[in-house]
């Protein structure tokens, strides 16, 4: 699958998560409206793409017909909530817990965390300020991921690229430059694995 695909897909999966998360899976047509797809048909093969990969699961009979899959077997963990990261310009790193969310996780093995979202540099990728991202610790990514980068002690959230000559932070929104890094001054503090957000106030475990 080629690199364009991979991105494109995981865009319309946030897209269509968030939608959930907000009360409504979208229809179909609203995903090809969405993405400018030219016909409904594209919409479809990457919703049956990501419903095949385990991402999404579909409901019969209903034109919203999709739903989160329930993963019974993940282990729950309550996962720390570290504070806010930009997703915009480089802001100072915040690591002061207030608070605890208990989530399930595919590898609970894994050291996990979640930062409140500033900023709009992310919004492409269903990223909203306000929103919780689920993160996994991680000093290497996989080239297109979304992560946590420190840069000369400061942090933000983007798209990793990654080239023989450089290493590009790049944004999902065009009003935001790339921001292009030595291997010296860049240090990742995870893999962004979940997007949370809450309409009426994030839940916590001390109250």
Known sequence: MRAGTIH???RILAYVKNRILEGHSPTIREVQQAFDFAAVESA?????ALV????????SGQAR???LPHHRSFKRRAIPILGFVQAGQLTTALEDPDGFLELPLRHS?????LLRVEGESMTGAGIQPGDLLLVRRAAVAQNGAIVVALVEDEATVKRIEITPKSIK???ENPKFATIEVSNNS???LGVVIEVHRYLEGIPSLDG
Do not use: A, V
Not at 52 to 59: A, F, K, N, P, R
Not at 109 to 113: A, K, R, S
């Open 65 to 67: 017909g999709y739903s």
């Open 52 to 59: 095949e990969s385990g991402d999404l699961h579909q409901l």
């Open 169 to 171: 932070l790049k944004p």
């Open 8 to 10: 494109l897909r995981k």
């Open 109 to 113: 093995q894994d050291e996990h965390f």
């Open 44 to 48: 479809r093969q990457h919703l049956k």
């Open 186 to 188: 860049l240090s990742l």
